[in-house]
């Protein structure tokens, strides 16, 4: 049994990645400052013994007392909305968290696996991304605070990595979606989803050109927990994300017909530095972690839809 510490383990990616490690028969310490994540995510993990949640503001040092093996840092708001509502503190989650969750390592010898994002690569000009790309970030607009914030966590692991001998694993991941993502978080799948059910007019920004390649939770908690198992002389970074890559007017097509949504499409102002496409190159996965995504666009979406049906805004109504 591993003392494994999960930063962020009360949000979307975190609950599931808790869940899987508890599954294996782990000891897991849940940390979070329930920003975008909640209890609610854990719930069906309080009884269990081998899990501990800890409230704690990964800015500031933490369990310098513990001795952990494993430390996967997931510890930063992942939507727009929420990245961009204190920037400085999105930069400051991200940068001194990486510091803190780093120094930690080095003083217990655990490895920590950094969750880092295909936002690295910013509005990107090759494509599909591999690895050696170095990415198209504007350093100045909205979304820098998260993609500068990233880049620079990625800087702190190759630096601990190189100067201290600390064990580093960097993943970047492609955006995911699946059950406990938040209805209300401004992301593309849960809007489209909710308002197809709801048959509100769904809402592309743009003229819905703009491409991403969506990953099911599944898939990338199967990558992650991989990346962490390699052996020592693997740390990345690496792709952990779906090839398929759909237009976002191809997704909402795909929505409406699944849930068959009287629904309409409408057309809104593209935010800024949107990138206008996304398709990881999982070349260096499938080689190294012998890993690829399993579920389909589709399977996953019916997920999801089955998922927000049974929420709140849905049942309460
Ligand atoms: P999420 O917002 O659901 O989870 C993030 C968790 O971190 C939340 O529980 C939140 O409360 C917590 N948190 C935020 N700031 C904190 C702080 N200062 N101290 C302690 N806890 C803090 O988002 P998610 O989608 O589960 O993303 C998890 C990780 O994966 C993030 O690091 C994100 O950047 C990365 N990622 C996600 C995606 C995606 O598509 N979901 C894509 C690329 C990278
Ligand atoms: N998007 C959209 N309508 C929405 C929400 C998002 O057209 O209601 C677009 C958004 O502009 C972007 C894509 O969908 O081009 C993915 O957005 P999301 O916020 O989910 O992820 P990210 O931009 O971080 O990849």
Not at 54 to 65: A, G, N, S
Not at 212 to 232: A, C, H, K, P, T
Not at 239 to 246: D, H, K, S, Y
Not at 274 to 287: C, N
């Amino acid at each position: 049994m591993k003392k494994i510490l999960v930063t962020g383990g009360a949000g979307f990616i975190g609950s599931h990645l808790c869940t899987r490690l508890l599954d294996e028969g782990h000891y897991v310490i849940c940390l979070d400052n329930y920003f975008t994540g909640s209890k609610t995510n854990v719930f069906h993990l309080l009884d269990n013994p081998n899990f501990e949640l800890l409230e704690h503001d990964i800015i500031t040092p933490c369990c310098m007392d513990k001795q952990v093996d494993e430390i996967y840092n997931l510890a930063c708001p992942a939507s727009p909305i929420h990245y961009q509502y204190d920037p400085i503190k999105t930069v400051k989650t991200s940068v001194m968290g990486a510091i803190n969750v780093l120094d930690l390592a080095r003083k217990t010898g655990a490895k920590v696996l950094q969750a880092s994002t295909s936002e690295v690569y910013g509005d990107p000009i090759v494509h599909p991304q591999n690895e050696a790309y170095w990415g198209n970030v504007n350093p100045i607009g909205r979304r820098s605070c998260y993609d500068e914030g990233k880049r620079c966590a990625e800087t702190l692991f190759m630096d601990y990595y190189r100067e201290k001998k600390v064990k580093i694993k960097i993943i970047r991941i492609f955006n995911t979606y699946g059950p406990r993502m938040l209805p209300n978080d401004g992301r593309v799948v849960s809007n489209f989803i909710i308002q197809a059910l709801q048959g509100r007019e769904i809402t592309i920004y743009g003229d819905g050109s703009q491409t991403r390649s969506f990953q099911y939770v599944d898939d990338l908690i199967e990558g992650m927990v991989r990346m962490m198992n390699s052996g020592n002389e693997f740390v990345g970074p690496v792709n952990i994300g779906n090839p398929v890559e759909f237009t976002i007017k191809e997704l909402a097509e795909k929505i409406i017909r699944l849930i068959d949504s009287p629904s309409k499409i409408v057309y809104k102002p593209l935010p800024s530095d949107d990138p206008k496409q996304r398709k990881p190159d999982i070349s260096l996965a499938k080689s190294r972690l012998n890993w690829e995504p399993q579920i389909d666009l589709d399977e996953g979406l019916l997920r999801v839809i089955d998922y927000l049906k049974k929420q709140p805004i849905f049942t309460l109504s």
